[in-house]
């Protein structure tokens, strides 16, 4: 089934990369963008986790977006962004990575982040390593944030009070001084980067649980940490992240972070 799976989504997005690359329309604000490919992938994994796991629940970004619910709970569940980077898609930039997290009890079982264009496939299971291609992963050591790379996005929100925060908290990262800063356009490569140990870390705030259910496990097993902006422990519905190669500098991000708290993933939809 995975096999099968593979190739079909691998052929859908090369095919419509080439052809069909057209906004189909926009959700959240009008920089956050769909295209038939989002909406055919995804379903095309629901579909095939179904005829196997008839029983398993499953949190998708475009079946959420048609007014599915976004819960997790504790039965098994699969968390899938059909295409983590949609906006980079759009323009052929090339980090477009389809994501797919597994729950158990609230709790990541496996990850895959298959990386189209590099034809890079991430795997994690949990208590066995994370992996690309096959070859074991492992994050930096570096524990000196002034000699590290930090990723970040700024997302699809353009609310003045939260790009305010962005760039404010962007600026003092930069002047730390970091080596660099770094946006991959897909929240999941960014993560997978951590995983890599080519970056040192990745923060965001206004992420969903589906661009990082996946990337969670691809970072802890590799060997790094997730921990909340504002120090806690990470809550994948909180729309907020820090993944580190280790606390030292997961900590230090927290410092310098001016933090805001997006709708939660799981907040009761507004009443009509
Ligand atoms: N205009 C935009 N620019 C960058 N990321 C965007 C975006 N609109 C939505 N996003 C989403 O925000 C995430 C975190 O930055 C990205 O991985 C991306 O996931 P998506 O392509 O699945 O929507
Ligand atoms: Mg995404
Ligand atoms: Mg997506």
């Not at 095939?48 to 796991?53: A, D, L, N, P, T």
């Not at 619910?69 to 295409?83: A, G, N, Q, V, Y």
């Not at 806690?232 to 997961?250: E, F, K, Q, Y």
Request: charged fraction near 25%; charge should be negative; include cysteine.
């Amino acid at each position: 089934m995975y096999v099968c799976m593979y190739v079909c989504i691998d052929q859908m997005v090369r095919e419509a990369l080439r052809d069909d690359r057209k906004v189909m329309m926009t959700k959240s604000s009008s920089i956050d963008l769909v295209t038939q490919t989002d909406q055919k992938v995804e379903q095309l994994i629901i579909k095939s986790v179904k005829e196997k796991f008839p029983t398993h629940r499953f949190i998708g970004e475009e079946s959420v977006a048609a007014g599915e619910p976004c819960d997790l709970t504790d039965f098994p569940t699969w968390i899938i962004d059909p295409i983590d980077g949609t906006t980079n898609f759009v323009h052929a930039f090339p980090f477009v990575a389809v994501s797919i997290g597994f729950c158990v009890n609230k709790q990541c079982e496996f990850g895959v982040v298959y990386s189209c264009l590099q034809d890079q496939m991430f795997t994690a299971r949990r208590g066995r390593g994370a992996f690309c291609n096959g070859e074991p992963l492992q994050v930096s050591t570096e524990e000196d944030i002034s000699r590290s790379i930090i990723a970040t996005e700024f997302g699809s929100n353009r609310e003045t009070e939260a790009i305010d925060r962005m760039f404010s908290s962007l600026r003092k990262i930069v002047c730390i001084p970091v080596q660099g800063v770094r946006s991959a356009g897909s929240a999941a490569v960014n993560m997978c980067l951590v995983a890599s140990g080519c970056v040192e870390a990745y923060y965001e705030i206004g992420i969903h649980v589906w661009d990082v259910a996946a990337g969670s496990l691809l970072v802890t097993e590799a060997g790094g940490v997730l921990m909340d902006v504002e120090g806690g422990v990470v809550d994948l519905m909180s729309r907020r992240i820090i993944a580190a190669n280790n606390r030292t500098l997961a900590e230090r991000i927290v410092k310098e972070i001016d933090s805001f708290s997006p709708t939660r993933d799981d907040a009761p939809l507004p009443k009509q």
